[in-house]
């Protein structure tokens, strides 16, 4: 695999250190996006989806002066990502979104839709442009995807206090052997050794 697209080695065994932890670990599936030029039959990121001509485009109508087209984030076919857990004989996920900031707090309505790939026979060709997005980031830019499963830990802060202050506290790394400063265990922890950037499924 591209190394520039797998997440590196960890530095040290964190669940032999700290055999707590190893209940806690939860598999995750990276993404690993990159520009290109998803068709419909593709896992992408923002990228065109599978959407059968005679089922209406979801809208939102939120703080909106009529429908507003929500927009494609993730399609997500379980062949790909085998952590995915479908419905009955679903086997696509897909994931839209308003590029809207909605008050009071700021949200974002999200729409998930299951769905059996075979099923879609009559492919919408030409699905709605969105409106103005209040940040280009709202609407993602077609990527492919390059799945790597991993496996996570909580971060520090989800810890239960009597493993967090372990995790924070120096002594138990340098027992293992592991050069560290007094102030940072913790951000160790939390940067090279808990949970993985990017986009990810699981975790």
Request: proline share 16%; with cysteine; net charge negative.
């Amino acid at each position: 695999m591209d190394r520039t697209r797998s997440t590196p080695s960890r530095p040290v065994d964190i669940a032999a250190i700290f055999p707590a932890l190893a209940p806690l670990a939860r598999p995750a599936v990276r993404l690993h996006p990159r520009p290109g030029s998803p068709t419909v039959h593709d896992s992408s990121i923002g990228g065109p989806l599978l959407w059968p001509t005679r089922q209406p485009w979801p809208d939102c109508r939120i703080g909106h002066h009529g429908p507003h087209p929500l927009v494609p984030v993730a399609q997500l076919y379980a062949r790909d990502i085998p952590l995915l857990r479908p419905p009955g004989r679903t086997d696509l996920l897909q994931v839209l979104w308003c590029p809207s900031e909605h008050e009071p707090d700021s949200s974002i309505p999200i729409e998930l839709s299951w769905r059996t790939a075979a099923d879609v026979t009559d492919v919408l060709a030409t699905p709605p442009e969105p409106f103005d997005a209040d940040e280009d980031l709202y609407v993602p830019e077609p990527c492919v995807l390059a799945p790597e499963e991993v496996t996570e830990f909580p971060d520090s802060l989800e810890l239960p206090e009597q493993l967090k202050q372990q995790i924070t506290a120096s002594a138990p790394w340098r027992a293992a052997g592991i050069a560290v400063d007094d102030a940072y265990p913790q951000e160790l922890y939390d940067n090279a050794l808990s949970h993985a950037p990017g986009w990810k499924i699981g975790g």
